[in-house]
């Protein structure tokens, strides 16, 4: 489910097109960008800088750090934006999106909130590592009640690369951000020539220049945004099934304190007997327990029945991810149980 940023997304919608699957317009992993600028873009964008690989070169030793200010990203980009549309940069965070924590997705909620806070404010970008987008991104979708877009965007070679793939993204979730059309749909991952909506949004290739697709489908709807609440504290665990997984590991993050585990089940979200013992254990003991899948794409459904089939676990108590993954379900139960509201509305698509 990907929308090709360059194609006027009214036409898209007058296609009938608007959530439907399409091929990347970058057949060659090379980013295709905006070569001009929408000529009647015209508006205020906030970006917001985070680090990642947009705003990163390569140090002495040849390793990836980020180094570049926001304003330098800027000024590389304003000649593929409308002269119409002004920018105003502000420096976040300076990270590697690996290292981020729930501190720093608070970082950016309460930045994508103060920037909307300007009347004056027609859209949002996020510059941020590729590595953890889709949580930022499905978090700021999920407390976004604004109908302006927030359009997240990084970029898979450094700013010192030869061929740089950041500056074609910024310019697109620029122009993304002011356009009208983007309005009322939520957070966006500006990618490789591809407009996506935040959830079910997911990083699919370590290197591809369009390295983000979705698992969303077609008729997907976004659930009512939440109050904007901190995630720093909500303790969520991710942990992935395998034939023959010990229970020791739902046990160990239950013994931990965890208040939400995510299971990366095997499947459409099934585990082994043993595994499944401690799942019963921990939701028995209040702990909020998320199925989902390995599988890259697909629902994942209560199918099986046996010890650790889904239909089983799902009667017990455990909530199907549907077509969130890992990544995206954690983030999504941590919203949840910071505000008190029932996962599985925030879960379906
Ligand atoms: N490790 C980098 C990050 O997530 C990767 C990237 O930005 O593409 O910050």
Same mark, same amino acid.
């Given at each position: 489910? *990907?929308?090709?940023?360059?194609?006027?997304?009214?036409?898209?919608?007058?296609?009938?097109?608007?959530?439907?699957?399409?091929?990347?317009? /970058?057949?060659?992993?090379?980013?295709?960008?905006?070569?001009?600028?929408?000529? /009647?873009?015209?508006?205020?964008?906030?970006?917001?800088?985070?680090? =990642?690989?947009?705003?990163?070169?390569? /140090?002495?030793? =040849?390793?990836?750090?980020?180094?570049?200010?926001?304003?330098?990203?800027?000024?590389?980009?304003?000649?593929?934006?409308?002269? *119409?549309?002004?920018?105003?940069?502000?420096?976040?965070?300076?990270?590697?999106?690996?290292?981020?924590?729930?501190?720093?997705?608070?970082?950016?909620?309460?930045?994508?909130?103060? #920037?909307?806070?300007?009347?004056?404010?027609?859209?949002?970008?996020?510059?941020?590592?590729?590595?953890?987008?889709?949580?930022? $991104?499905?978090?700021?979708?999920?407390?976004?009640?604004?109908?302006?877009?927030?359009?997240?965007? =990084?970029?898979?070679?450094?700013?010192?690369?030869?061929?740089?793939?950041?500056?074609?993204?910024?310019?697109?979730? @620029?122009?993304?951000?002011?356009?009208?059309?983007?309005?009322?749909?939520?957070?966006?991952?500006?990618?490789?020539?591809?407009? @996506?909506? #935040?959830?079910?949004?997911?990083?699919?290739?370590?290197?591809?220049?369009? =390295?983000?697709?979705?698992?969303?489908?077609?008729?997907?709807?976004?659930?009512?945004?939440?109050?904007?609440?901190?995630?720093? /504290?909500?303790?969520?665990?991710?942990? $992935?099934? &395998?034939?023959?997984?010990?229970?020791?590991?739902?046990?160990? #993050?239950?013994?931990?304190?965890?208040?939400?585990?995510?299971?990366?089940?095997?499947?459409?979200?099934?585990?082994?007997?043993?595994?499944?013992?401690?799942?019963?254990?921990?939701?028995?003991?209040?702990?909020?327990?998320?199925?989902?899948?390995?599988?890259? %794409?697909? *629902?994942?459904?209560?199918? &099986?029945?046996?010890?650790?089939?889904?239909?089983?676990?799902?009667?017990?108590?455990?909530?199907?991810?549907?077509?969130?993954?890992?990544?995206?379900?954690?983030?999504?139960?941590?919203?949840?149980?910071?505000?008190?509201?029932?996962?599985?509305?925030?879960? %379906?698509?």
């Amino acid at each position: 489910m *990907k929308i090709p940023v360059l194609a006027s997304l009214a036409a898209v919608l007058a296609a009938g097109l608007m959530l439907s699957s399409c091929t990347s317009a /970058d057949e060659e992993n090379t980013a295709a960008g905006s070569a001009t600028p929408p000529a /009647d873009a015209e508006g205020n964008v906030v970006v917001l800088t985070t680090g =990642g690989t947009i705003a990163s070169t390569h /140090d002495e030793g =040849g390793a990836v750090v980020p180094t570049v200010s926001g304003d330098e990203l800027v000024d590389s980009v304003r000649d593929r934006i409308g002269d *119409k549309v002004e920018v105003e940069v502000r420096q976040v965070a300076e990270l590697d999106s690996s290292a981020m924590t729930l501190e720093d997705t608070d970082t950016v909620l309460t930045a994508v909130a103060d #920037a909307l806070a300007g009347e004056s404010t027609t859209g949002v970008v996020v510059t941020h590592g590729t590595d953890s987008m889709e949580e930022s $991104a499905v978090a700021v979708d999920a407390f976004l009640a604004d109908s302006r877009p927030v359009v997240f965007t =990084g970029a898979m070679r450094p700013f010192d690369d030869p061929d740089p793939d950041g500056p074609a993204n910024l310019a697109d979730a @620029i122009n993304a951000a002011v356009d009208p059309a983007n309005r009322d749909r939520g957070a966006f991952i500006s990618f490789g020539g591809d407009l @996506i909506p #935040a959830r079910g949004a997911y990083k699919h290739h370590t290197e591809a220049a369009d =390295g983000f697709a979705s698992n969303a489908p077609e008729d997907a709807v976004r659930p009512e945004a939440l109050e904007l609440t901190s995630l720093a /504290d909500v303790d969520v665990r991710t942990v $992935a099934a &395998y034939p023959g997984a010990p229970r020791a590991v739902i046990d160990a #993050a239950v013994v931990d304190g965890a208040r939400g585990i995510v299971v990366e089940g095997m499947g459409a979200g099934n585990v082994g007997t043993d595994l499944a013992a401690g799942i019963m254990d921990a939701v028995n003991q209040g702990v909020t327990v998320v199925m989902t899948t390995r599988v890259p %794409e697909g *629902k994942v459904e209560g199918v &099986y029945g046996g010890a650790g089939g889904a239909a089983t676990l799902f009667d017990a108590g455990v909530i199907s991810s549907g077509h969130f993954r890992a990544a995206q379900a954690r983030i999504l139960l941590a919203a949840a149980l910071a505000t008190d509201t029932d996962p599985a509305t925030l879960l %379906e698509m």
